[in-house]
């Protein structure tokens, strides 16, 4: 198993226009978790899955977001209409179910909106 | 809304030195876990500690949880410049939630030769 993997590593994009991004999680662990990070500070949660079930989703994530697992595998995040406080590390995660487990990162996705 | 706050925010030592970082909250977490996160890359697990009052140690690295698991800190013996990076503490909540962390604001640790 090659870990967590994040897909693509960078994004440049222009404002409005909407962007996807892939993780592949390790294939043993069923939870699956989205973040959010700028510069220097900790990662912000913003929505995780149990198997394709995505069971808590932040009030912080605008309509704009929206994320996926189909079959419990890998996961897409999408954000749509892209704004410049979007640009952040966008990180997934993944753990297993019980116990208190740390999370495996990817690498992340850098998201550079202008 | 459980927060984690970590002092420092910036830590800037000599290469040999002894640094400590702390992580508190008024919230009481199921768990606590350590994770070190260098620029580009994803945070990296160090430790995950349960019980109030636990001590674990990694190598020059010691951890320990408050008898309360409001709180933890972080210790670092003779530090080393591979020890630079972002240090994160980040807690599972007692109330289920799927084993979501909530991550500290972290702590930017510089270490010079």
């Known amino acids: 198993d090659t870990g967590v993997s994040q897909d693509p590593r960078h994004k440049i994009t222009k404002r409005g226009q909407n962007v996807t991004f892939r993780c592949d999680p390790i294939s043993e662990h069923n939870r699956l978790y989205w973040y959010r990070q700028t510069l220097g500070q900790g990662p912000e949660f913003l929505t995780y899955?149990?198997?394709?079930?995505?069971?808590?989703k932040s009030r912080l994530l605008s309509d704009r977001f929206s994320a996926e697992r189909p079959k419990g595998s890998f996961s897409t995040l999408e954000i749509q209409r892209t704004e410049q406080g979007d640009s952040a590390m966008y990180l997934c995660?993944?753990?297993?179910?019980?116990?208190?487990?740390?999370?495996?990162f990817g690498s992340g996705t850098r998201l550079t909106v202008v | 809304t459980q927060l984690l706050e970590q002092s420092p925010q910036f830590l800037s030592i000599q290469e040999g030195e002894n640094l400590t970082v702390y992580c508190n909250s008024s919230?009481?977490?199921?768990?606590l876990q350590w994770y070190r996160q260098e620029p580009g890359e994803g945070p990296v697990l160090l430790v995950t500690?349960?019980?109030?009052?636990e001590v674990k140690k990694l190598k020059r690295l010691t951890f320990q949880f408050g008898d309360a698991r409001k709180d933890s800190s972080l210790h670092i013996t003779a530090a080393q410049p591979g020890d630079t990076g972002l240090y994160l503490c980040a807690g599972a909540g007692v109330t289920g939630g799927g084993n979501k962390l909530t991550f500290g604001t972290g702590t930017q640790l510089k270490v010079e030769l």
């Open positions: 995660a993944s753990s297993l179910l019980q116990g208190p487990y740390g999370y495996t």
């Open positions: 919230s009481v977490f199921s768990s």
């Open positions: 500690v349960v019980t109030g009052g």
């Open positions: 899955f149990q198997n394709e079930a995505q069971l808590e």
